[in-house]
């Protein structure tokens, strides 16, 4: 059974850091495309950052340089570490799984139609 669940969320001042895990099980993190995305409050959700199996590497313009994905095979887990935090970051954090597609991030920046199995979200709040 596939399953997911993100956590290491938490409240946090702006310009401080959290590093957030997506825990998997059911499939092999290093064989497939994985993403972080985020809701914000009464905001649809949107991606953040992908990792395919092949080490691609993909961010929003608006956490570059801020977050990093990576890959944790020993541990079958994705991770994001947030530096820098902003107000606007506030949000329940998701994790997402492409099985069935290209296995790459050309289309994760649409979720509803690229994610294949979410995991429960992680909220992540960053007062100013």
């Known amino acids: 059974e596939v399953q997911l669940q993100a956590s290491g969320g938490g409240l946090v001042q702006a310009g401080g850091s959290l590093r957030l895990s997506c825990a998997t099980s059911?499939?092999?993190?290093?064989?497939?495309?994985i993403g972080w995305f985020r809701q914000a409050p009464g905001k649809k959700r949107e991606a953040i950052s992908c990792?395919?199996?092949?080490?691609?590497?993909d961010y929003i313009d608006s956490v570059k340089g801020r977050f990093t994905i990576s890959n944790d095979n020993a541990k079958n887990a994705v991770s994001l570490h947030m530096t820098s935090l902003k107000p606007e970051d506030t949000g329940v954090y998701y994790c997402?799984?492409?099985?069935?597609?290209?296995?790459?991030?050309?289309?994760?920046?649409?979720?509803?139609?690229?994610?294949?199995?979410w995991g429960q979200g992680t909220l992540v709040t960053v007062s100013s």
């Open positions: 997402g799984v492409e099985l069935f597609g290209r296995d790459d991030c050309s289309d994760y920046e649409a979720p509803e139609r690229w994610v294949d199995y």
């Open positions: 059911g499939f092999a993190t290093d064989d497939y495309a």
């Open positions: 990792i395919s199996s092949s080490g691609e590497i």
